[in-house]
């Protein structure tokens, strides 16, 4: 609940909007809405009703937005729990996570159904941290050759019905899907997700370049995971990977680990496609924020070591990056700058989703959904709509 008599103001940090780096400016919230970002007033200390955040020597950045995320806190979206939606939220909010897309995985359609009403119930109840502005459906329209950790006997043709009874489910939520554009019924799939104003992903997919010329025709707009889970690049067939560092259109989500990536790798997308058209994602599962060994994901037993998550076999089972880690990783591993990664997982997602007036950078008149984070780029303290819900011990 927001305190209307309440104001905060957030003072002496280095403000990152991203688009402007401001110094000496104090973040004025009331409302759960930012309501201006000024000069510090010294008669603050006058006023009643008002809290102080100090941010002294660390950066004051919009709340990161999460398009990928599958579990945390030993909690999965395909638990199918409310409380499991609600524990991943928490989770996610003590690295820097203000909103993200529950993402479900291929598994049976009762078993899809009941996550979806699950998250349906946590939208609705609300989670108390981080808010849930949609969800990704991953699957099951996707290709067996390319099914990395999703369950190879749920994978399904392209189904506008079958699509529908899914989004009944969930309460209309689902905002993004991903599939694989060569399966059969996928363009006529992808056409009718484009006049639902539903992001069309490519991911799990391995499609050639043509096959992913004639999707974006068709209205894809969004690379799940990019050089995951796809045809790569070739110099004789561009594939999925060419398709998505070539067209300005396309918006390439990416999971900065290092693991998934290679460094210059990462480096190699920025320079290619830019800062306003990639998008950090954890594609974080249940282990995330939780200690090394087996756990599970979509129904499969995967093993985490060294920050690694893979199945028996070895393939690479989603991830336990967090985004204030991305982010880090953005500056530290393919040299970028701050203000860019920051913009990557926080305005560009709110692009993405058509919920940047609301969300996405910090700005009179938006949602106060804010992280502050210290000198190594880890998330301090965690606002959403002017609401501390995470403060690392000690602040």
Not at 118 to 133: D, F, H, L, R, Y
Not at 358 to 377: E, M, T
């Amino acid at each position: 609940m927001i305190n209307e008599n309440h104001k905060t103001v957030i003072l002496n940090g280095t403000i990152i909007t991203p688009f402007q780096l401001l110094q000496d400016r104090m973040v004025m919230i009331e409302k759960g809405k930012i309501v201006t970002i000024t000069d510090p007033d010294k008669n603050l200390s006058t006023l009643k009703n008002i809290e102080v955040i100090e941010a002294r020597d660390k950066f004051v950045v919009p709340g990161f937005i999460d398009l990928h995320v599958h579990g945390g806190g030993g909690a999965d979206v395909m638990d199918g729990e409310y409380e499991s939606i609600k524990q991943i939220a928490l989770t996610q909010s003590h690295f820097g996570t203000t909103a993200f897309l529950p993402t479900t995985m291929t598994m049976s359609k009762g078993k899809m159904i009941k996550s979806l009403k699950s998250i349906q119930e946590a939208k609705i109840k609300g989670t108390g941290t981080a808010q849930i502005v949609g969800i990704h459906l991953e699957g099951p329209y996707i290709n067996l050759e390319k099914k990395g950790a999703q369950n190879e006997e749920d994978i399904v043709k392209p189904s506008i019905e079958e699509f529908l009874e899914y989004n009944q489910a969930s309460g209309h939520l689902i905002r993004l899907v991903t599939l694989a554009p060569e399966m059969p019924g996928a363009m006529e799939f992808i056409r009718w997700l484009y006049q639902e104003d539903i992001i069309a992903s490519a991911g799990h997919t391995n499609a050639t370049y043509q096959q992913m010329q004639d999707a974006i025709q068709a209205g894809l707009t969004h690379i799940t995971h990019l050089f995951n889970a796809m045809r790569g690049l070739h110099h004789r067939e561009p594939g999925v990977v060419g398709a998505a560092l070539t067209d300005p259109g396309l918006t390439a989500e990416i999971i900065a680990d290092g693991i998934h990536i290679h460094p210059i790798i990462l480096k190699m997308i920025h320079q290619m496609k830019g800062a306003k058209k990639v998008v950090l994602v954890t594609d974080a599962m249940r282990a995330t924020g939780l200690q090394e060994g087996a756990y599970d994901l979509g129904g499969q037993e995967v093993m985490v070591a060294g920050e690694q998550a893979k199945l028996k076999d070895g393939t690479l089972a989603g991830s336990v990056l967090t985004m204030d880690k991305a982010v880090r990783n953005m500056v530290t591993k393919a040299g970028i700058s701050l203000q860019e990664a920051v913009q990557m997982a926080s305005y560009n997602p709110a692009k993405s989703l058509g919920i940047d007036d609301k969300k996405g950078s910090l700005k009179p008149g938006k949602d106060a959904d804010i992280v502050i984070l210290n000198k190594n780029f880890e998330a301090e303290l965690t606002m959403v709509s002017g609401q501390v819900v995470f403060r690392r011990e000690g602040l």
